[in-house]
């Protein structure tokens, strides 16, 4: 077993460096291909960059060259970059691989292959470049409207300025000697900016967890990398740094990171990803969590890896995964205490533990074999329910949980029912899910008085190898309609139903125990709970959308649970880094909860998000921790 | 259709008659323009077109009527006056922009040009409903209210929030957050001008959680050209989120696996747990 481990993680690694080596090689690739992307190189006295618009704007001594051997020099310049087009005028002076010549302006039109040029000879005159060839221009062509046209930037301010730029066509701009702008206001210096406008969302795939909010510099980059520094907040670890390192190509993506930086608690997260074709997807995610001081020797450390290879068929997909986790990486360290007895503190866990307590070696690894079916019928017209069928099956292993240092023997396992350790647990589950999309009911003439019904089931049963299997059902309707342009609304009702099944009432009493607390009539009904629940939510929503900067919702919620919520009784799911439960749904929900949520925009480039929930005094629960804040770009 | 033929003919006539009167009035005509260039003896609007300017014509400051030492420059605003052969005899130099005045087409036939105009096939309008030739279609740059409405998978939880990510805010996962409209739909509009073209995903707010096709693997981003319509309504599906499809959801960053748990409920009180309500 623990050579298949080795194997599997050998694997995983392999993977990562073809996915790296996949995005170094898409240099030469791109470079191959008939149109390439040029690289353009600008200098000027003063460029300003405005984002909103991905506009540059370039004063003064203004210099470009071209990657097709073309070198402009101008006294102002206007480029945008989503249109991918410039304009150079004032002073033209334009040096091709086929001589010089002076002109008024000049503007090349890179998607189509097509540079404009007003030069002055004896009399000013009209050429179009075609297609690179700057020997015969077409004299006197007629040009569009828009050649040589300055953008009306009156109602904008930059977002940077900067002396130099290299622009990657289509793709990318990098300034140097840059000076941030806030407003009107130069605020932070910085020697490099990266901004990316490609069209391929790769190179933007991050490994970073959430945060409230997250101010990032990146500060290095070309067509296929980004390096970046994050400034980031969170609720669970304040301010601090963190550093991510992208590679990317048409193919594949490679994401490294370290986060938080400045932090004890470390996760070195490194996600790796190759679509060989549109049918397949190989993806990797790999983590070493350490408690460290800088970079000392952790003091804890645990790792996850996780590959997964997706394959579609005719009507269906499959999917292979792996994934193995360490929860101790470092074991045992010997310490002394000061009457020189030998105390052996356990590295891993959630502290020290001494000499006698179980130490946590856990190591499971998973196998999973997945299908799903597309969704049928296709065309829906006539029977308005489609369906999607899944299945699967899995295997999860894991030698020893705990060990006993001091017989060194193992203490527990996955699962134990009656006197029977399972070390090894099989599973297979198939599920099918029924959805009707949308159903109008009324007046279809009128928008504003027009229903919306919708409706989907979702069914799943698991068998596990040990005598039990689990058994989740999901339905959910709701009734939606506009009320105007800016207010919507919709009433929901949603059940769920999950349920653990074992076949011996001594294996079911053994997870749900009759417990004499439950005596108490506060929890008659948790006393009656033999792990099936089910939880039921009547939802009403209301939309305000006065304009796009401007969204205000309301959320009102009631559960009628069983078992019943009792305060006190089940504690709340764990909160992530934002300070938002990290589960949907979970056992003793408030009965009633209202959450108010509102995104406004605050700055030119940046939006507010604001939520918090109130759960009417349930037991001492009044509102959600805390707000939950976040600040995007 | 009488009226709008009427209507280009009453203006040309309109400006004729002016350019008329403007002529015989003093023989000179006015017009603003923005500057692309001034040098060797011309000044070159951002039309394009260079005009001859006359030895000796004075610089002034539109403003203040002043001679000004300022020379033109690309991005300067001016007022060129032009007499009857086309020559400009004076340029009213403005740093900011001017109210338009005087007929640019009207002075097209003074711009200086050594070859005479060929027309541009490049320019010929493509049909909107010709294929592959999408760039090169003609816009207004009208703004259009865009409606967003997808249907996400029976998969995505209540309270979740989604939204688009665009080629045009470098895929931040949550650049435009759309509002739920049931169980199954979300929706947002936005106002774009016609031509405007990007390409776009949906998210759950993070790209762990993007969109995935129906074979459970990541999606080619979607294309929308915003064509010169009133209102565009987009109808898109969300077949599967990353973290829901096929093969159940992945370790997330910054957070260790929890360890094997049997029981189907994330916070069940354990045994050894309970609480003491009554003690």
Redo the contacts between chains.
Sequence with gaps: MTLLRHLSTAFAIALLLAASAAAASAAPAAAASPVPHRTLHLSADRIAFYYDR?LGEA?GHVRITTGDGLTVT???MTMDL?NNRFMV????HLDSPNGVQDG??LADFM??N?V?F?P???????W?FVDGDYTHP????????D????P?L?KNVPYLLAGKAVIGERDFVRFGNVVMMEGKVQTIPLPTYY???????HL???????ANYDATWQFAGNRNSISAVHLRYDQTNKAYAAFEQHFASKKAYLVL?L?PLTRASK?Y?V?G?Y?PD????L?T?T?F?TYQNGFSLPQQE?H?T?V?L???FNGF?????Y?T?N?CLLGTQDKYDPSGTLRVVQACGTGASLVGEPLSI?H?QTW?L???S??FPKHAAAFPVKVRV?AGISY?H?GC?FVDPRVDKCTAA??VLGDTAYTT?GSKYVGA?L?A??IKIGNRENTYTMY?F???L?AQTTW?T?P?R?V?ING?????R?FS?SV?S?L?A?VQQ???FYHQASDEQQ?Y?V?P?YQ?P??SSFQAFR?S?TQR?L?L?I?F?PN?DF?F?V?ARKHTDFPIAVP??????PV??LGAFT??????EPPYDV?G?L?MRVLRHY?L?ISRTYYFNFGTLKWSPSFVI?V?? | MKASMKNPLMRAFAALLILVIAVAADGQIKVTA?L??Y??G?V?F???D?FKVAPNAPILDYKTGAVTTASP???DWARATFDATGLVTQLELSKT?LAPEGDLASIRRF??????????P??VPVPVDATGAE?RRHFTGAPVPVSFIV?VP??T?????IYI?T??????P??I?M???????F?????FASGTRF?Y?YTR???STQEV??????RV?RTIVVPDVQTLARGDDV?EWADT????A????????T??N????????S?GS?????P
């Design positions: 991905f004063d101008g006294a102002t989503k005028a004032g002073g033209v008024a302006a998607d189509f097509r404009y007003v002055i000879t004896s009399e000013p005159d009209r179009t077409l004299l006197g062509r007629e040009m569009p409207g050649t040589f046209a300055f009306d009156s901004v990316t406008f490609s069209s391929d969302p933007s795939e991050n490994s970073l967890a959430g990171s986060n996760f997260n996600v990803d679509q549109e049918r397949t997807e993806h995610f983590q969590h645990q996850v996780s997964r997706i394959h579609g997909s499959a999917s292979l995964t994934q986790v929860y856990s499971p999973s997945d299908f799903s597309l969704e899944n999860i894991d949980g996955l699962q647990i899910t959805f999309p949308s919306y919708n409706a989907a979702d596990y040990v039990h689990v989740q959910k309707a709701s009734l939606s506009d342009r919507s919709y929901s949603e999950p349920g653990a997870l125990p417990n607390v108490d506060n929890f792990g629940s939510t939802a929503g939309n959308t796009p969204v919702n959320l006190g009784l089940f504690s709340l799911p992530n880094v589960s949907n749904s979970f056992l003793g959450t949520d995104r939006y998000d976040q995007s770009q | 923005q692309l260039d040098e060797k011309y070159f951002t039309s394009g260079g420059g690309p991005r922009p711009a200086v040009a050594l070859s005479p105009t060929v027309a541009n490049d320019l760039a249907r029976p998969s939880p209540l309270t979740a929030s990510t080629d045009q805010s470098a895929w931040n949550e650049a957050r509002d739920r409209i049931d169980a199954l739909h929706r947002i509009t936005r106002i390409k995903l707010g993070s790209l096709d129906e074979r459970g693997i990541q981003p077949y499809a096929v093969g159940g992945q370790p997330q960053p910054d957070s260790i696996p360890p094997y049997p029981a189907p409920f994330p916070n069940l009180p045994p309970l609480p003491t309500i009554h």
